[in-house]
């Protein structure tokens, strides 16, 4: 079952735009963590936030976490055609061991 | 190279067989993570292993089993294969026994059950 549900499904911006992707999830959680999966690739971690931190930042990204709405915002700024991946975030609901993903936003960066 | 492992690549194989998905998690990682991910299903949590003892169980169909052995490696049964089963299966390994400082993935394989 899906817990974090991202949006938008896709997202198309040109080079050195900003790109937002959303994510909304229906539980309590521990942890909400945001990973980048190029085509048909293993996923790659990005970043982490707890449940006790409402932003934080790693290099280009920013993510933002409101609990009381229950959804997370990753923020890629100045985008490269690199950043051209899809991009899921994952939910680590309190009590459980593992890691619920979204479905995720498929982001082009157009050159 | 992310550190995790899996093998193989790319499987093809008909309905009604039998595969093995094999996994090595990070050096000093000691909880496996199996995963499917489908075009319409997105990623389902299959099953967690932490230091060879099975601790979580997600949506994992009663024809797929796993095991980690005690050298950590992982290995992911499927029987009786249908045509609904192909996709990529990833593995992830993380320190510890939860998600709580991120999975490290591998590159996956990609079934198809022709």
């Known amino acids: 079952s899906q817990q974090g549900e991202e949006d938008p499904q896709a997202l198309s911006i040109q080079e050195g735009e900003n790109a937002t992707m959303n994510c909304s999830y229906k539980?309590?959680?521990?942890?909400l963590q945001w990973y980048r999966q190029n085509s048909g690739r293993g996923l790659v971690h990005l970043i982490l936030?707890?449940?006790?931190?409402r932003e934080k930042h790693s290099g280009r990204l920013r993510v933002t976490l409101d609990t009381s709405k229950k959804s997370s915002s990753l923020l890629i700024t100045a985008s490269r055609a690199a950043d051209t991946a899809s991009y899921f975030c994952?939910?680590?609901?309190?009590?459980?061991?593992?890691?619920?993903f979204g479905k995720g936003t498929k982001l082009s960066v157009i050159p | 190279d992310s550190g995790v492992t899996q093998t193989p690549k790319h499987l093809i194989t008909a309905t009604g067989q039998r595969v093995t998905l094999r996994c090595s998690p990070r050096?000093?990682?000691?909880?496996v993570y199996w995963y499917q991910q489908s075009l319409d299903q997105g990623l389902q949590f299959l099953i967690q292993?932490?230091?060879?003892?099975?601790?979580a169980k997600g949506n994992i169909l009663e024809r797929f089993s796993a095991q980690q052995f005690p050298d950590l490696h992982s290995e992911l049964n499927l029987s009786s294969l249908e045509l609904g089963d192909s996709a990529l299966y990833f593995c992830?390994?993380?320190?510890?026994?939860?998600?709580?400082?991120?999975?490290?993935f591998g590159s996956g394989t990609r079934l198809t059950v022709v």
């Open positions: 292993y932490y230091n060879g003892e099975e601790r």
């Open positions: 994952a939910t680590l609901e309190a009590g459980s061991y593992q890691l619920t």
């Open positions: 936030i707890r449940s006790n931190e």
């Open positions: 050096s000093g990682d000691l909880s």
């Open positions: 539980t309590s959680i521990n942890n």
């Open positions: 992830a390994s993380s320190a510890q026994g939860q998600g709580g400082y991120g999975y490290t």
